[in-house]
């Protein structure tokens, strides 16, 4: 029984779903400055921790636009999860189409006020997962396409 469970364990970590080659798509960064809009007076917050989420006026905010360059093993849909949210998006996809992830504030993805990791999986006809792009940002801002490192907000 014990071999079972260790061979199905072994299975799973084989069977992972791999990274989209970067020769199949393209990274086109969306880097605006925007006005936070002001705090509602209404709530009441004990923890003020987080500075980055209490200021207002112009700050840098990212949309990361992915161009499908083009597509292999069957797929046809992407379907996007962050690491606050499960389910961000899922649509049809063909080589050309553009998928925007919003970031947000930059300041916020680096604090964890908001999702700073991205996960498109590219799923095939029957919803399985084929490959995946990981976009993330870390606590000091370092900017990772499937860990490879891209730059720094």
Not at 27 to 55: G, H, I, Q
Not at 84 to 109: E, H, I, W
Request: glycine share 6%; aromatic share 10%; with cysteine.
């Amino acid at each position: 029984m014990m071999n079972g469970a260790f061979a199905v364990a072994c299975l799973i970590l084989v069977t992972s779903v791999p990274y989209k080659p970067a020769s199949e798509f393209t990274v086109k960064l969306d880097y605006n400055f925007k006005a936070r809009p002001a705090r509602d007076n209404a709530t009441v917050k004990f923890d003020e921790t987080n500075s980055s989420s209490t200021n207002t006026g112009i700050l840098p905010y990212l949309v990361i636009n992915i161009t499908i360059d083009s597509l292999n093993h069957g797929e046809t849909r992407v379907k996007i999860s962050s690491n606050q949210d499960s389910n961000v998006l899922m649509k049809k996809v063909r080589p050309g189409s553009v998928v925007s992830v919003d970031l947000g504030f930059t300041d916020d993805a680096k604090d964890g006020v908001t999702a700073n990791e991205f996960t498109v999986f590219f799923l095939d006809a029957k919803k399985n997962e084929v490959n995946k792009i990981v976009i993330k940002v870390d606590e000091e801002g370092n900017f990772f396409i499937n860990e490879e490192k891209r730059g720094k907000f």
